[in-house]
């Protein structure tokens, strides 16, 4: 074998970075490319535009202020986030509003990321999605809305089959927040 040296655990971590399997099968039909960077730049001073696609109902108002959407930094390192896991959700499923309602209660949600910062994820490759969030689905508590049914909404970004970054709402009061949904968090 030409590559004899490397041990499996370093395969492993290659094929990881790829996204796993179908990421292999991927990069090897030149349908992805790989990127370097993982930093992530964010417009922070565009207004916030929820009519996106994937809102099919309509907004009463944004529980929180533009102003705080525009909290936080203008361009992160995505390694560097913290993927954020309410105690025991890895076990079992945990009710959004509870997840909600801590990071409420432990005034996190200004640390949070929002709409903005996911849509600038979503704009990355889906080989970037892949090497940083592999098999999650990314939350963004920063930007909670409520719609005209009165019900509660957060954003959250994932891979659909085809290889395809979605960006959609779920209601808060969702039963089923298991260890694949993190709240991204900005690192101190």
């Known amino acids: 074998m030409k590559y004899g040296n490397l041990n499996l655990g370093q ?14 099968y991927l990069f ?17 001073s565009s207004s916030l535009d929820y009519s996106h696609k994937t809102i099919t109902y309509p907004i009463d108002f944004s529980l929180y202020s533009e102003e705080n959407e525009a909290i936080g ?9 913290v993927q954020w896991y309410m105690e025991n959700q890895d076990r079992r499923s945990i009710n959004g509003t509870d997840i909600h309602q801590y990071l409420v209660s432990h ?6 990321l929002g709409f903005r910062d996911l849509r600038a994820i979503q704009q990355k490759s889906l080989t970037f999605f892949r090497r ?7 939350f963004a508590w920063k930007t909670v809305i409520r719609g005209n049914d009165g019900k509660l909404y957060v954003p959250y970004l994932y891979e659909i089959p085809g290889g395809i970054l979605d960006l959609r709402w779920m209601t808060v009061d969702y039963d089923f927040f298991n260890g694949n949904f993190v709240a991204l968090i900005f690192n101190k």
Request: proline fraction near 2%.
């Open 11 to 24: 395969i492993e971590a290659i094929i990881n970075k790829l996204g796993g399997i179908e990421g292999v």
């Open 28 to 44: 090897l039909n030149e349908e992805i490319v790989l990127v370097s960077s993982n930093i992530v730049k964010v417009n922070k």
């Open 73 to 81: 930094p203008s361009g992160f390192d995505a390694g560097r986030l």
């Open 107 to 112: 005034d996190m949600i200004k640390d949070c």
């Open 132 to 138: 940083n969030f592999f098999g999650k689905l990314l």
